[in-house]
T-cell receptor, first 114, second 114 residues
Framework: AQSVAQPEDQVNVAEGNPLTVKCTYSVSGNPYLFWYVQYPNRGLQFLLKYITGDNLVKGSYGFEAEFNKSQTSFHLKKPSALVSDSALYFCAVRDLTGANNLFFGTGTRLTVIP | DAGVTQSPTHLIKTRGQQVTLRCSPISGHKSVSWYQQVLGQGPQFIFQYYEKEERGRGNFPDRFSARQFPNYSSELNVNALLLGDSALYLC?????????????FGPGTRLTVL
């Protein structure tokens, strides 16, 4: 079965500091991994994906994620946080055994402090 | 280009009633998926449709049903509503049902069951 875990419900970071939002995965086979962001009263916005290739994936709004197969992790990172990055972040893995739907983590609320 | 659109934005129903939620995918996208997001949790997969056929179904009771129309829009129906059906219902579209394609989400329909 495919699943992802986001070990931190809440992450606080000062504006201008680097940020990391953690995600670990459990899959049988090669993982297809995604990060989405959700702003209040909004749907989910796609940030980036890892399918294959370079372990460092660059995405929207200056975000990037590092795929680490040995640690089964796919952490989201940004070198310098903005107050506008404050939102709910979801890691997801694709179900390759059925409908190609996404399995989401429980989400991490990021707060960037001015 | 317009993104994924959903209607209505908000809906209040009472237990036992039936509800229909609507989704229009991004132009050119043939696959539509439905997710349920309960407050404080990540989205849970309900259905996926591709080319008007059901491609997959999540772990939801038969009270939940859906369909996709020739123009690729979709409806989600929920019968005999329960209090626990209160959630944000998200529709996502992708160009096709391939695992490589990211899903683009609409703003959601907030359903409240009283």
């Amino acid at each position: 079965a495919q699943s992802v875990a986001q070990p931190e419900d809440q992450v606080n970071v000062a504006e201008g500091n680097p940020l990391t939002v953690k995600c670990t995965y459990s899959v049988s086979g090669n993982p297809y991994l995604f990060w989405y962001v959700q702003y209040p009263n909004r749907g989910l916005q796609f940030l980036l994906k890892y399918i294959t290739g370079d372990n460092l994936v660059k995405g929207s709004y200056g975000f990037e994620a590092e795929f680490n197969k040995s640690q089964t992790s796919f952490h989201l990172k940004k070198p310098s946080a903005l107050v506008s990055d404050s939102a709910l972040y979801f890691c997801a893995v694709r179900d390759l055994t059925g409908a190609n739907n996404l399995f989401f983590g429980t989400g991490t609320r990021l707060t960037v402090i001015p | 280009d317009a993104g994924v659109t959903q209607s209505p934005t908000h809906l209040i129903k009472t237990r036992g009633q039936q509800v229909t939620l609507r989704c229009s995918p991004i132009s050119g996208h043939k696959s539509v998926s439905w997710y349920q997001q309960v407050l404080g949790q990540g989205p849970q997969f309900i259905f996926q449709y591709y080319e008007k056929e059901e491609r997959g179904r999540g772990n939801f009771p038969d009270r939940f049903s859906a369909r996709q129309f020739p123009n690729y829009s979709s409806e989600l129906n929920v019968n005999a509503l329960l209090l626990g059906d209160s959630a944000l219902y998200l529709c996502a579209s992708s160009r096709e049902g391939s695992a490589h394609n990211e899903q683009f989400f609409g703003p959601g329909t907030r359903l409240t069951v009283l």
